[in-house]
């Protein structure tokens, strides 16, 4: 039997939609899912599906799926979505989302001639990675420099060391992972205490290959061809010490894109997080946001929660349309 290649999803120009849906982690096509069951004419426009569950391994604690592989939990909610109608477009970046104007139209515009209305949008787009900024990093990106430890781990196998820098769960479940693959791990953190869930504290700690650099920042990574090692300073004694090793993995959260929200009229906090009420709502009328974008949950972002704010956006937009005499439901899917 022929292989039958899928084709990718035209991307829309011209058209008009009830709701268009920015990004596709778990906030994005929890939407689109709730949008359609709300009979709601929806596409979802993203640069990649999955958001931050591509850079997890497995998932364990989305209520009903026991252990499932993060790249399965992706499919699997993109399916769904695709079963009640939404078309899912890949490989596109949303550019802005100007208005409403005087008829309640927003429009919205993005790479490869993305350009259609929509009567309300969901801003699921999750958040970019912060950087170190310090020397070697940007040289060494790919040479020994990561920022997901659970996509690029298995590319250290066998390798003598390696230093992940980071307090929270991701630094944390990167560490154990790697601990599985190299002779040693240093985990870096700028100071004693961890945001990363205790059992993650206690599971690393009981590790006899991994070392705490604790108190301590990254000042330098040096190399030749790749990465060789990377000098450390403890903040409190001064001291500095250079860690030979063959990767490092930095996960020390995330940088929203602060300024492009701003320059839509949209709210953030000092951080860049896009503001929102309990339903959901930016400060633009027909303008919602869910996930990791939001300031919502800050500090508890996982795939159940980005789920929930996925549903909940879907239902204000709902509202909203019926509320300004907007709701023309589509035909069933
Ligand atoms: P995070 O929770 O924001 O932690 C970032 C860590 O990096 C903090 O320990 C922070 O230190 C440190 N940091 C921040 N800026 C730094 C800098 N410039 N230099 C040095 N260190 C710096 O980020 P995350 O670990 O990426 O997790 C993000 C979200 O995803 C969290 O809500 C997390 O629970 C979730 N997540 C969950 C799982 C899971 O449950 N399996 C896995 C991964 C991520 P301070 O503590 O001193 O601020």
Not at 108 to 118: E, I
Not at 137 to 150: D, H, I, L, M, N
Not at 248 to 268: A, C, D, N, R, V
Request: aromatic share 10%; net charge positive; with cysteine.
């Amino acid at each position: 039997m022929g292989l039958r290649l899928k084709r990718p999803a035209r991307v829309p120009r011209g058209e008009d939609y009830d709701l268009v849906i920015v990004g596709a982690g778990p906030a994005g096509l929890s939407a689109a899912i709730y949008a359609a069951r709300f009979l709601l004419k929806t596409v979802v426009v993203t640069v990649d599906v999955g958001g931050q569950l591509n850079l997890t391994d497995w998932v364990d604690d989305y209520p009903g799926m026991g252990k499932i592989r993060a790249s399965d939990l992706v499919s699997n909610f993109k399916s769904h979505a695709e079963m009640f109608g939404v078309k899912v477009v890949d490989g596109v970046k949303v550019t802005s989302v100007e208005g409403p104007d005087e008829e309640d139209w927003l429009r919205v515009k993005g790479t490869r001639g993305l350009d259609v209305r929509a009567r309300t949008v969901i801003l699921a787009v999750g958040s970019e990675r912060r950087k170190l900024g310090v020397p070697g990093e940007k040289e060494f990106a790919g040479k020994g420099v990561s920022y997901c430890s659970v996509c690029d781990a298995p590319f250290f196998k066998g390798k003598e060391a390696v230093a992940v820098v980071g307090g929270g769960d991701a630094a944390f479940e990167g560490a154990l992972l790697l601990s599985g693959y190299v002779g040693k791990v240093y985990l870096i953190h700028r100071r004693r205490g961890f945001r990363a869930k205790p059992f993650y504290v206690e599971e690393l700690k009981s590790k006899p290959n991994v070392e705490f650099v604790l108190d301590s920042v990254v000042k330098e990574i040096r190399g030749d061809d790749s990465v060789k090692s990377v000098v450390v300073v403890n903040k409190v004694t001064g001291e500095e010490r250079e860690l030979r090793v063959d990767g490092i993995f930095i996960e020390i959260g995330f940088q929203p894109p602060k300024e492009w929200y701003h320059s839509m009229g949209l709210e953030t906090d000092d951080d860049g997080y896009l503001k929102v009420d309990e339903w959901m709502r930016t400060n633009k009328p027909g303008i919602f946001a869910a996930g990791d974008a939001t300031t919502l949950w800050r500090g508890f972002r996982q795939v159940v929660t980005a789920a929930a704010m996925g549903a909940v956006a879907a239902y204000s937009a709902y509202n909203y349309l019926i509320e300004k005499g907007l709701y023309k439901p589509r035909k069933k899917g």
